[in-house]
Every structure is written in C-alpha cells, then in structure tokens.
C-alpha cells in the first residue's frame, strides 16, 4: 500500500469517475486503474462497483475513503507546519542595548551570514527591561540584557562580568575644573534604564558618595559618552565603551569609589528555542567572541 495509491483512490472515490480523476492526476486512465486494482489486493476488497455507466464506493471503499481523507488531512497539517517553520527560521529577531546592537553585533553577525547566508537578522535596539517583555511575549528570539533574569521557561547564559563603572569628565574640562567642582556645579550624565543597570548605577552613585544638583538621562549609551566628550558634564559608563577615549586621553576617569562595580552581561532566550539548531550556533558565536570585542 503506497501513498500514490491511496492519493489515485482518494481522487477517484471523490469524482467517482476514473477518466477525471487521470485528468486531474496527469496519468493515463490505465495507471489510475491499475493503482486502483493493486490497492484492492492489498485490501483483498473491492473498492469500487458500477451500475450501469455510474460508478460507486462499496462498503470497504467507503472505510478506506474516511481514513484517507484523515491520512492527506494529517500529512497537509504537516506540511504547512513545516512550512511555517521554515519561513520561521528565515529570519532570527536579536534584541539588545543599542551599545551591543553598535559595537558587539556587527562583526558577530557578520560572521554568522557566512555560516548561514540564507538566514535574515532584525536587531532590534531596546532597553533590558524592553527585551526581557520581547523575550517573554516571543516576539523576540535572542536578547541581551545588562543585568540577569530568572523565570521558568526561559534560560539565562552570563556572558560577561568583567566590565565595570567608570565615572568619567573631558581632558579639557578636568583641565580647568576639580573633580569636586565638577561634581558641584556641572550635570550628571547617566544611562536611563530600569533594571539591574540601574541598581548598580545608583550603588555606584551611593558609594561614591555622589549627590548630583543637576542631572541628565539619555536611553542611549552613545549619547551619554558624546556628550562628555562635548564638555556638557560628568558621565557615568561602562568602561569598555570608553576604553579607546580613555586610552587617547580625550576622557579621564574620576577615581571615587574603593572597589570597582562589575556589570553583568546575560543572553536571555526561551528555553524551548534551544533545540534549533541555527539559533544554538548563533548562541555558540556570542559566547565565543563576545569578550574578545572592544
């Protein structure tokens, strides 16, 4: 019993006319009829009766009909869910901090699209808090949050506790102005965000014993080291963002607080997504190269 047999039965009973049913098929009338004859030896029932020039199901035809009909409906069901599942898997949605989406996903994707250049991206630039929500909703495949996040269903992977906080003013300013000044009379410049970010913001802040008369926020991390670098005031960062800055002396850093404060970096993803293999290599790719970008 062959599914070729039981697609020519299922037409055939349906037009109760072998002639159509080879049309519709693309055979000839013999092939259908012989499909046909080799499907009811394997039954050992006939499946069809004429009266006359109409053709009709017999009893077995009529069983065997309802189970085809439950066979193709199944085997349809599984073709538009693989289906889906590959339109799916055409295009992998990471969302992130728009400092990752800048410095550390360009030459991770890159790298990626030479494994799999048939796979599109969409990165998404969002705050941890934004990407958390996506990663729950599963709008969002991959996320990558400043921070840790624990809940059932969705796995956590630390990707990097080595950067920390630096409390940062321009070359030029520091030149004309104490820290202390500073501190008094000029802005505070910080990252707006809401989660464990944000905790280890206002712990620094705490510890450093740092009590700002004026302050400014941005949701962008770029925004914050601009605009310390145009002399607007002092800023609070993550140091690997400053490292070149720092290096070249146009930054300098503020040294207030005893030990450094580390930063936590997590790739949050669905639990069940781990059994894709694509969206496991690109995870591989992450881990691998994230504490090598600067």
Known sequence: MELRQL?????????????????????SQPTVTAQIRALEQDISHPLFFRIGKQTFLT???????????QVFATLDQMNAELQEKDQLETKLTIAAPETFCTHYFP??????????????IK???????????????????IGIISGSY?????TNVMLSEKEDLVLIASSRLLKQHTPKELLEYYPFIKYEIIGPFEEQMSQFIQEAGIRPQKMIESSSLEA???????????????????????????????????????????LVIATHKLRD????????LIEQNWNTIH
């Open 7 to 27: 697609k020519t039965f299922q037409v055939a009973a349906e037009l109760l006319n072998f002639t159509q049913a080879a049309k519709q098929l693309n055979f």
């Open 59 to 69: 009893a077995h035809g009529e069983i065997v009909k309802r189970y085809v009909d």
């Open 107 to 120: 030459p991770i994707i890159h790298q990626f699209l030479g494994d799999y250049p048939n796979i599109g």
């Open 123 to 141: 990165l998404v630039s969002c705050m941890s808090d934004q990407v958390i929500s996506g990663i729950d909703s599963n709008e969002y495949d």
């Open 150 to 154: 624990t809940k059932a269903g969705i």
């Open 224 to 266: 914050v080291k601009s605009a310390v670098l145009s002399d607007i005031g002092v800023g609070l960062i993550s140091r690997n963002l400053v490292k070149k800055e720092l290096a070249s002396r146009q930054l300098q850093e503020i040294f207030r607080n005893k030990t450094p404060i580390k930063i936590e970096t997590s």
């Open 277 to 284: 293999e694509i969206i496991m290599h690109l995870i591989r």
